[in-house]
């Protein structure tokens, strides 16, 4: 079984520099605001007693290594094995912190991810899920704002 959470909070990366934005023409509208967060990948076998957990990100460069046709659009930050059925993981566990990680290992994490339905298609409709509940989640409170700044 394969669980994948995120969480929107600051997930829209920090807006662009001001002199950018006085280089920009009038007639150029300012880039959509897009979410980007940080999710986690549960994988779960019933005959074991771990899970294991995938810490994924999107880089803000995005640069792939050299040479590939196709670079993934998310990396994958952490991995770890966490007790099945228990809703707090345990810091003491083991957590492998990718940047030491070997490549060939790498490449078959992500391979192993993509097997399961996460690869980038999944991680591009993620982009527009974030998003679209971003929105509607600072809609919502810039109205409850107004309601609690209203009130005397």
């Known amino acids: 079984r394969i669980?994948?959470?995120f969480n929107i909070n600051n997930?829209?990366?920090?807006?662009?520099?001001?002199?950018?934005?006085?280089?920009?023409?009038?007639?150029e509208q300012e880039p959509d605001l897009t979410s980007t967060p940080n999710f986690v990948v549960e994988v779960i076998k019933d005959d074991t007693k771990q899970t294991?957990?995938?810490?994924?990100?999107?880089?803000?460069?995005?640069?792939?290594?050299e040479?590939?046709?196709?670079?993934?659009?998310?990396?994958?930050?952490?991995?770890?094995?966490?007790?099945t059925g228990e809703s707090d993981w345990k810091d003491t566990n083991y957590t492998l912190n990718t940047d030491s990680l070997d490549w060939a290992l790498y490449d078959h994490l992500m391979d192993f991810l993509a097997d399961r339905g996460v690869d980038?298609?999944?991680?591009?409709?993620?982009?527009?899920?974030?998003?679209?509940?971003?929105?509607?989640?600072?809609?919502?409170f810039l109205e409850d704002l107004k309601s609690f700044v209203k009130c005397q």
């Open 3 to 5: 669980t994948v959470t």
């Open 120 to 140: 980038n298609t999944f991680a591009d409709e993620l982009i527009e899920l974030s998003t679209a509940l971003e929105h509607q989640e600072y809609i919502k």
């Open 67 to 83: 040479g590939e046709e196709e670079s993934d659009i998310f990396t994958i930050r952490e991995v770890s094995f966490q007790p």
């Open 52 to 65: 294991l957990v995938l810490d994924c990100h999107y880089p803000e460069d995005e640069v792939g290594h």
């Open 11 to 27: 997930s829209i990366p920090p807006s662009a520099d001001d002199e950018t934005q006085e280089e920009q023409k009038p007639d």
